[in-house]
């Protein structure tokens, strides 16, 4: 396999005019050392918002702090891990003394393949603890202080996935988070009144390491080569061939939490290329 996370240029960031998109107001963006949590720090830093980026890979995060540089913003790097309780109350403390904080990614995420009957219930442990449950305590941590900035409005995003529409098998607990996270972004925006507002994005797959890097072992499960788990599983039923890239799914982040998503409250965004709703 020859598929890799591609570069990113400044021309293909969604840069939007918006009051909002300012240094004082702050944006806490997880997993910000791969994939889309990298493209998402740098699209939001882009955009003139004062980024912290969370994550426990330090290395990989300072290549994001440099890619950020390169393309025209700053960002803020805390080591934290989204398993412990106290690394995130001191993360949003760390970001709160940077401005006012007015929008969460949460991004972060893990993948294990195996069936229900096969699965490792540590691994259930840690997959719901780092991909459910801390969205939700970062939520509960940060709304207070959305609520406290000029015009009292935030936005909390959370990365769904095709596997919040539809299940594929041998991923049971990514399933769960991913339907679970829809759940919580309608539940953030049922008690907002419409000035905290969240909302999901769903896309197919996307060239990160968290994809990728799943290639050998589903072929090893299915007793195919990788171009076939490639072309015949996760693009099968997709009528765009091509799997998606990070920054195409953070200008989505941005396009959200922008004047113009405002009436996205709840909702979800849906971008997988037919795979959901045309097979």
């Known amino acids: ?9 400044r021309e293909e960031i969604l840069r939007l005019e918006d009051a909002d998109f300012c240094k004082e107001h702050v944006c806490l963006v997880t997993g910000a050392a791969t994939g889309i949590g990298r493209a998402a720090c740098i699209a939001a830093a882009a955009n003139n ?56 990614f ?3 995420g893990i993948q294990h393949i195996d069936t229900v009957e096969n699965f490792p219930m540590e691994k259930y442990d840690q997959m719901q603890r780092l991909m459910l449950r801390a969205p939700f305590y970062l939520s509960q941590l940060t709304i207070p202080h959305m609520k406290r900035t000029d015009d009292g409005c935030g936005v909390v995003a959370n990365m769904a996935s095709v596997h919040a529409h539809i299940t594929t098998r041998n991923k049971p607990v990514y399933n769960i988070t991913k339907f679970g996270l829809r759940a919580l972004s309608q539940s953030i925006s049922a008690e907002g009144e419409g000035r905290i507002r969240s909302f999901t994005v769903s ?21 195919i080569s990788q171009e076939e788990v490639v072309r015949e599983v996760m693009m099968a039923k997709s009528r765009v061939k091509e799997m998606m890239s990070p920054i195409e799914v953070a200008n989505l982040f941005l396009f959200g939490i922008s004047r113009f998503g405002s009436y996205l409250v709840g909702g979800d965004m849906l971008f997988d290329g037919g795979m959901t709703l045309t097979y």
């Open 1 to 9: 396999m020859h598929i890799r996370e591609p570069e990113i240029s």
């Open 49 to 104: 918002l004062t980024v912290v980026g969370l994550d426990i890979e330090d290395e990989e995060a300072g290549r994001t702090k440099q890619k950020v540089r390169e393309l025209g913003g700053d960002m803020h790097y805390v080591h934290a891990d989204l398993c412990q309780d106290g690394d995130m109350e001191s993360a949003v403390g760390k970001a709160a003394g940077l401005g006012r904080i007015k929008y969460l």
């Open 203 to 223: 896309t197919g797959f996307v060239k990160t390491p968290l994809a990728l890097n799943q290639v050998p072992e589903q072929a090893r499960q299915r007793g």
């Open 106 to 108: 949460n991004i972060a």
